[in-house]
């Protein structure tokens, strides 16, 4: 198939995504090019939503299979000129696109390329030494661009640790622009960009705990305060942690687990309790968790599948507040790592997550006694997301469960599920884009949103009106 035809890209975009394969960085694509390093990103954004990819590898990837570079040759400098005689072919518009610049009905694959090379005549005979050299040279080649998926198969669902607990290593192409949505409204930022964090209400009060920031993992706490608008500093975690959830249980903020700064997994415990603003050591899961998804109800808090260090599990883990102590719980159908999990309609429910190769779009529901400690049942399968999430934020308000962000593609809506009517809907998003990893919570009839990774840390905080309040006068007697 014609490289043009796969990639629908424009001609500055393809010279754009010649020079990536060849491992250049934005400021020396940008010097070759003669425009500045934001013009880079831009372009390189919308290269990434078109291809559908996360990642300079993947688009080089992408790049190889459709012919626009060869392997042998992405890093092969432009011929030069001078002195041959000579006549380059005509250079395309770059705001014209191949497809409609292309005028031979059959392109050679090479067309695509930005760089031409006059014909020089046959190349000398290669010496068989030099043949050999070639060849290993090109294979790995292609076993570095390969190695992610590589490692995927073979671990047979197991995800690299380096990407699904970290954005590090992500292409920073910059934040989308916000378009105005209804029942959306700005309010206070973030003190910093921040993703992967826990974020709870109590009392009328979200608090932002941890998380991922541009120099790091944080031990950072802020509350909002909704009818102020403002954000103010807490006593910091007694460590810095990312890849945790936060749930209130009998006035106590629990925050299980997660990554330390040294990419250790801990398997320790924290409360916090908000009124005196201070932080103690609550007794520690059974084994080290990270990314996982978290819940709880009146009697007890559940810690559902994540990452224990080698893999992504399924497993259940349950603490039990009067008897301080933790238990397994029926594991997931399958394992989840990055889902959300919440209470609605006498269930436990995990939504969306990464199964160790891919996002997902399940629901899994687990029924609860009145008293919120589990039935003698098992998980049953739901209606599915409409789109694949992995890393959303997922609350109840006003009777309905809402899933936000999530996607690893450019998504430009949210979800709602009806418990009644057991299906989804979907809401405008003012946020285009892979928005994933931010902190949701309630603070009723809104729902705050904030921080996150969205093609860079985001410090942004939405608020979102689930429902609205209605205050009847006295009726007269």
Known sequence: MPADERLPLSGREIEILSLVATGKTNQEIARALFISPNTVKVHLRNIFEKLQVQSRTEATLVAIRSGVVQVGEASTPPVSLAGTGAVPPPILDPQVSVETAAVDPEPPRQAALTHWRPDLGPAPPIHRGQRVYLVLSVLGLIAVLLAPWTRAAMNSGRA??????????????????????????????????????????????????????????????DVYNPERNEWQPRTNLPRPLVNVQAAVLKNLVYVPGGMLADGSLTAAALSYDPIADSWGEAPALPAPRAAYALAASEAAL???????????????????????????GPPLPEPRALAGAAIIADHLVVVGGFDGVQPRNTLFMLALNRDGTLEDGAWEVGAPLRSARSGLGVIVESGALYAFGGADAAVDYHERYDPFT??????????????????????????YISGGWNGDYAEINEQYQAGFRTFLPNSPR
């Not at 993703?195 to 993992?217: D, K, N």
């Open 160 to 221: 690299a640790s380096s990407t699904l607990l970290s954005d590090a290593q992500m292409m920073q192409t910059g934040l989308p622009s916000r378009q105005d949505a209804a029942r959306w409204r700005v309010r206070a930022v973030l003190p910093g960009p921040r993703a992967r964090h826990a974020q709870v209400a109590f009392r009328g009060q979200v608090y932002a705990i941890g998380g991922e920031t541009p120099t790091g993992i944080t031990d950072s706490v």
């Open 302 to 328: 559940f810690v559902l599948g994540g990452w224990d260090g080698t893999q992504v599990v399924a497993s259940v883990l349950i603490y039990d507040p009067a008897t301080r102590g933790w238990r397994a």
């Open 422 to 447: 057991q299906t989804w809907s979907s809401i405008v998003s003012p946020w285009t884009g892979a928005w994933r990893g931010m902190g949701v919570a309630v603070v009723a009839p809104m729902i």
